[in-house]
């Protein structure tokens, strides 16, 4: 099962303070608007998303690990329902360019992987990268604001994608 983040009351602060002793983070909640990011794919192509049509922004540490790779394998077993629901799905991570050109090839990803080695990416959404490697997170982000967020570090990776699409599209999508 998928834990979510339940959304901030509308007067309740939009973010939370994460991250390791001696380090100020803060994670977006809901309700908070959505950064300004860019970011290389896999393919080298600079990608600049404006999060106003529903998209999925789903963090993971690293290519070519176990459960990264389930969740990856998820996210792409379900991307043609995302896509049929007009749903944008990005994976970030701090792997480069190269390593994620050869795992999106390696396991047959079609949708953008985006590259954040500096944790740029990661650190506007609030997310800790003293590490090098990001805590497994998604947000769901429509309107310019962030709608949810998920933790799926609780949960089995395998499932997740689907428990996101089922809830975006409820959410966000006509007919759901």
């Given at each position: 099962?998928v834990v979510q983040i339940p959304p901030a009351s509308r007067?309740?602060?939009?973010?939370?303070?994460?991250?390791?002793?001696?380090?100020?983070?803060?994670?977006?909640?809901?309700?908070?608007?959505?950064?300004?990011?860019?970011?290389?794919?896999?393919?080298?192509?600079?990608?600049s998303p404006d999060f106003e049509e529903p998209t999925v922004?789903?963090?993971?540490?690293?290519?070519?690990?176990?459960?990264?790779?389930?969740?990856?394998?998820?996210?792409?077993?379900?991307?043609?329902?995302?896509?049929?629901?007009?749903?944008?799905?990005?994976?970030?991570?701090?792997?480069?360019?190269?390593?994620?050109?050869?795992?999106?090839?390696?396991?047959?990803?079609?949708?953008?992987?985006?590259?954040?080695?500096?944790?740029?990416?990661?650190?506007?959404?609030?997310?800790?990268?003293?590490?090098?490697?990001?805590?497994?997170?998604?947000?769901?982000?429509?309107?310019?604001?962030?709608?949810?967020?998920?933790?799926?570090?609780?949960?089995?990776?395998?499932?997740?994608?689907?428990?996101?699409?089922?809830?975006?599209?409820?959410?966000?999508?006509?007919?759901?």
């Amino acid at each position: 099962m998928v834990v979510q983040i339940p959304p901030a009351s509308r007067t309740a602060a939009t973010q939370r303070s994460v991250g390791v002793p001696g380090q100020h983070r803060v994670m977006l909640e809901p309700g908070a608007p959505a950064p300004e990011i860019s970011a290389q794919n896999q393919f080298g192509d600079t990608v600049s998303p404006d999060f106003e049509e529903p998209t999925v922004v789903y963090f993971y540490p690293e290519d070519f690990t176990g459960g990264c790779t389930i969740e990856a394998r998820d996210f792409q077993e379900h991307l043609p329902q995302f896509r049929e629901g007009g749903i944008t799905v990005y994976g970030v991570s701090m792997d480069d360019v190269a390593t994620h050109e050869e795992f999106a090839e390696s396991e047959g990803l079609l949708y953008d992987l985006l590259a954040d080695p500096d944790g740029t990416v990661a650190e506007a959404f609030g997310l800790d990268t003293s590490s090098g490697r990001t805590d497994r997170r998604t947000f769901v982000l429509a309107d310019g604001e962030v709608k949810s967020v998920y933790d799926p570090d609780r949960s089995d990776p395998k499932g997740h994608a689907e428990d996101v699409l089922r809830d975006v599209r409820n959410e966000y999508v006509q007919g759901g």
